[in-house]
């Protein structure tokens, strides 16, 4: 990941619901390793498809994931099994916010009942509003805004994954 993506995942709403009987503000990182949200979900035969209309598709390491966008910039991998859909992850490129995407991203999750994940742990709706939100609210677009101070201040956590 690049320090200007932001992550999140997208989960079938109605499989949140179950487990966790609502849809929460925020979920555990354990609720979330733990499930295989996507396991007895109806899955749209045409998801390919729906990505296909605002991404490129570009070139996978592992046959059971499909990529469309770029690496270091805004991304959609679909992981699938034999058993179907296993994660779709989302990466934003905050550097230049792609409003098109985001809201073709906001439609799909709409038009298929999904949830986003943040990379914070919180669960938002598909709306325009929450995702710009929860944006700004990152490390992300912190270090987008100010490079030199973001690292400073990681630098000054202690967080030796980022030491020079």
């Given amino acids: 990941m690049a320090l200007w993506q932001f992550d999140l995942h997208c989960l079938p709403s109605v499989a949140v619901v179950e487990r966790l009987g609502q849809i929460p503000l925020t979920m555990k990182r354990g609720d979330f390793d733990n499930v295989t949200w996507w396991r007895c979900v109806a899955q749209p035969a045409d998801i390919a498809s729906q990505f296909d209309r605002f991404l490129p598709r570009m070139s996978s390491w592992s046959p059971k994931i499909t990529t469309w966008g770029e690496e270091d910039g805004n991304r959609i991998d679909l992981v699938t099994s034999g058993l179907g859909i296993k994660d779709i ?16 991203l906001i439609r799909c999750t709409d038009a298929n009942k999904w949830v986003f994940l943040t990379q914070e742990s919180y669960v938002l709706g598909p709306s325009l509003s929450k995702l710009l939100s929860a944006i700004r609210r990152s490390d992300s677009f912190r270090f987008v805004t100010d490079p030199e101070e973001f690292l400073r201040k990681l630098k000054a956590s202690g967080d030796s994954d980022y030491d020079s």
Avoid: M, Q, T
């Avoid at 905050?94 to 809201?103: A, E, G, M, Q, S």
């Fill in 89 to 104: 992850f989302v990466r934003i490129d905050v550097r230049n916010l792609d409003y098109k995407f985001l809201l073709a």
